[in-house]
């Protein structure tokens, strides 16, 4: 299992300097704890300075901190970012609030944390809150919160590219690369719109494509969509949706062309796990806004037919630019279970 605990709020970034950022000295306290938990410590060389880390009393809290075993990893988050990973050393047996009370105090309400469970192996990271989100499948803006765990089935899935999820947390630390449509889509579809398409040519050969490199935007590494390829696919397509040629859109003022939006049928968050570039003519589809906004929004069933609709247009043409995928895989990059 992979926990993460957050100490954004005052008290609780107070608390992170104080056990996370630097060892605590347990030594002084050790009168205070089992006989069992002493010895794990002592076991690791953890019984005079350990990094720990409590919580609060709760329903969920406490179920966490009960499930939580010996050798689970855990990330340390606070203010916008994952700082700390390692694995548990081991936990109190039972709640402990005259040593939660000793190391932290107490707050306003006179609780203390006192789901309390100590740290070994504690390494320095720098994993940004997007790039978690991203990679997890989490909503563009959530915010980690509290005591609590990676989702199982999202977890499960990542680790089948990993030996273990140390080497998924290297990856996430050092090489993974968000996609720029999780930061700014409007500002991609802007793009697409400016000055116009007299100046575009759609005839281009098919053919693989290496990787860009990713760029920075705002302080982010992200892989980023070239809206001239999008200006290519829109015009071949002659500005006609490409699940139904027929559906009605606006004229756009820009372009005094039917509005149409660029679409990546394998999402460009997934660029990572491709030797070439997604980034291409082949698996960019020219949609009205109402069928982008249901293959992005819309129930598993209507999901699952507008893929079937593009995959079966597109497969030959996907292969053609180097990417190899099958339908399953991109059902699976919508969250869409056969």
């Known amino acids: ?131 978690f989100n991203s990679f997890f499948e989490y909503g563009v803006n959530n915010n980690p919160f509290g005591f609590g765990l990676v989702k199982k089935e999202n977890l499960e899935r990542k680790l089948k590219g990993f030996k273990s999820i140390d080497d998924l947390i290297y990856y996430l630390n050092n090489e993974y690369v968000i996609a720029d449509e999780e930061l700014e889509d409007n500002s991609y579809q802007a793009a697409i719109e400016e000055k116009g398409f007299s100046n575009i040519e759609v005839d281009i050969t098919p053919e693989p494509k290496p990787k860009n490199k990713p760029k920075t935007i705002r302080g982010q590494k992200v892989w980023t969509r070239d809206p001239v390829v999008a200006k290519r696919v829109l015009k071949k397509a002659e500005f006609k949706c490409e699940i139904n040629s027929e559906h009605l859109t606006f004229i756009s003022n820009s372009t005094i062309k039917p509005y149409m939006e660029a679409h990546h049928l394998i999402p460009i968050k997934y660029q990572n796990e491709f030797p070439n570039s997604i980034d291409v003519d082949g698996n960019v589809v020219c949609l009205c806004p109402n069928c982008h906004r249901k293959i992005h929004h819309g129930t598993n069933e209507d999901k699952k037919e507008l893929i079937q609709i593009l995959y079966t247009k597109r497969f030959q043409f996907l292969q053609d630019w180097g990417i190899f995928t099958p339908f399953e895989s991109i059902l699976s990059y919508y969250k869409i279970n056969e």
């Open 1 to 131: 299992m992979l926990y993460f605990f957050t100490a954004s709020e005052p008290i609780a970034y107070k608390n992170f300097k104080k056990t996370i950022q630097k060892p605590y000295p347990i030594k002084d306290s050790l009168n205070l704890l089992d006989p069992v938990t002493i010895e794990k410590l002592k076991l690791n060389n953890s019984d005079k300075k350990v990094c720990m880390w409590g919580a609060k009393p709760g329903p969920s809290n406490f179920r966490n901190w009960n499930n939580i075993e010996e050798g689970d990893s855990i990330l340390a988050y606070s203010r916008g970012e994952f700082l700390y990973y390692g694995k548990i050393l081991c936990k109190t047996p039972k709640p402990n609030q005259l040593l939660a009370k000793e190391v932290w105090g107490t707050n306003k309400d006179g609780q203390t944390w006192e789901y309390i469970f100590f740290i070994k192996d504690l390494t320095k990271i720098n994993i940004d809150k997007r790039k």
